[in-house]
């Protein structure tokens, strides 16, 4: 804060100075600086804290296109639910103290996604020593899915699947085995679906 009087000259000299006042020059705080981490249907941001430019801030503003879902900043972070999985949003924050609003931050667009959901309708058809599963692909909530995995109880054969199927070699007729499956994106693992059971075999000899 800086004191300032003033007075007056004329030329029989200087006149009485007058009552002093104080004040603190000020500004518009500075940029933020924005980061965002997606989530499912949300996404978490958090921010460096500006220089408030001599006026401390009151509160921060965070803005969402297209706009979709609400937060209420606390401190420098702040998460905004209510998304669409899938769908691209772009986030800006600036900051505001008794002089107003300083200079948004640099724009970040991500995509809020979660795991895929359980594939549905696993079948399996037995073979000879083998068996071929097929499935319907589940949702992939924002995410593309990378890849398939199977599971197989007891552990035995071999499954490489290919879009939505996938034969199991190398099993032993007679065995009862059970399948899952489970569809990953660049999220994570899905959960699996529901289980099925058969036993391959082959024509007598």
């Not at 924002?142 to 398939?148: H, M, N």
Request: net charge negative; charged share 10%.
């Amino acid at each position: 804060g800086y004191t300032f009087t003033v007075f007056a000259t004329n030329t029989n000299g200087d006149g009485p100075a007058s009552d002093s006042v104080t004040a603190t020059p000020a500004a518009v705080p500075d940029q933020p600086m924005l980061s965002a981490t997606p989530g499912n249907q949300q996404v978490e941001l958090s921010w460096t804290a500006p220089a408030d430019n001599g006026s401390p801030i009151t509160g921060y503003t965070v803005t969402v296109s297209p706009p979709h879902g609400n937060c209420t900043p606390v401190a420098t972070s702040c998460t905004v639910d209510g998304l669409n999985n899938g769908t691209g949003y772009t986030f800006t924050v600036f900051a505001t103290n008794t002089n107003g609003d300083g200079p948004a931050s640099d724009s970040v667009t991500v995509t809020p996604a979660a795991v895929p959901d359980k594939p549905t309708g696993l079948s399996a058809t037995p073979g000879n020593q083998q068996v071929e599963l097929s499935w319907t692909a589940p949702a992939d909530n924002g995410s593309l899915i990378t890849g398939y995995t199977v599971t197989v109880s007891p552990p035995d054969g071999t499954c490489t699947p290919v879009a939505t199927s996938c034969t199991v070699d190398e099993l032993n007729n007679g065995t009862g085995y059970t399948f899952t499956v489970f569809a990953t994106n660049t999220v994570g693992d899905g959960p699996a679906s529901d289980s099925v059971t058969v036993t391959p075999a082959a024509v007598p000899d």
